[in-house]
C-alpha cells in the first residue's frame, strides 16, 4: 500500500507518514523543505521517497499528480497548511493568499485529481487535515478558519456522495483542538489550552479514515465545543472565538 502525504516535513504530516510506515505502508514524502524530508526519509528508510514541492502552487500539484498517477497511489493526505493571527485588516494580503493556496486550493485540486482515480477503481482513502476552527468562524484568525471551514464542508460534500454512491472510497476531515507542532511558532501565538502530541492527532486520523469516520475530533473537550456549537447563537460563538485566539497572541 502506497501513501502519499502532503506537508511531510513537520508536525502532523511527518507524524502521519511515520504512523503509515509503522502499519507497512510505503509513503512517499512531499513538502518544500527538501532538507526536512531527507531527515524524514532518513529515518524511514527503503519504504519513503521524496518528492520537493509548493503544493501553494496549482501548476505544482497538477504536476505532483501528474507524476504520481502511474504509482497507483492507494491514500492521499492533505496535510500542507498554516495559519497567522491579528486583526483581519491589519494582516498581510500576500501572506494570507498564500494560505488559502495552501491550506485550500491544494487540498481542493489534489482531491479531485485522486479521487477520479480512486473511484475508478473503487478503493482509496483520502485525509483531509482540518480543524476544530473549520466548524466555527474564527475573528482574529478569520482567514485560517476560513480555509478550514472550507476543507471540513468539501469533506462532508463528498462524503456523502460517496455514501450515495456505495463506493468504497473512504474521505475523512481530521479536526483537532491545540496540536503540539510548529503551527503556533509560524502563526505567532501560544497555546492557551494543553495540547495533544502530533503523534496521537497522527493515529487518530490514521486509524479513522481507515474506519470511513467523516470528521475525526480528538479529545472530550474538542468534541464538546463542537457540540456546544449546535446551542448557541453564532453571535455569542464568534465572541467566544474572539477572546480564545486574542488570549493566544
Known sequence: ???????????????????LVDRGWDVIL????????????????KRSHCVRCDVSHVEECKKLYEVMQPKNIDMLVN?????ECGFFDETGLDGELNMINTNLVAVHVLTKLF????IRKNKGYILNVASVAGFFAGPYMATYYATKNYVVSL??????????????VKISALCPGPVDTEFNEVAKVKFSSKPISSRTAARLGVDGVMKGKLYIVPTAKIKMLKFVKRLLPDGLISRFCFRFQKNKK
Open 1 to 19: 500500500m502506497l501513501a502519499l502525504v502532503t506537508g511531510a516535513s513537520s508536525g502532523i504530516g511527518r507524524d502521519i507518514a511515520r504512523e
Open 30 to 45: 512531499v513538502a518544500r523543505r527538501a532538507d526536512r524530508l531527507r531527515e524524514l526519509k532518513n529515518e524511514l528508510g
Open 79 to 83: 496535510c500542507a497548511g498554516f495559519g
Open 115 to 118: 479521487l477520479a482515480d480512486f
Open 155 to 168: 469533506t462532508g460534500a463528498v462524503h456523502e456522495e460517496l455514501r450515495q454512491r456505495k463506493s468504497r
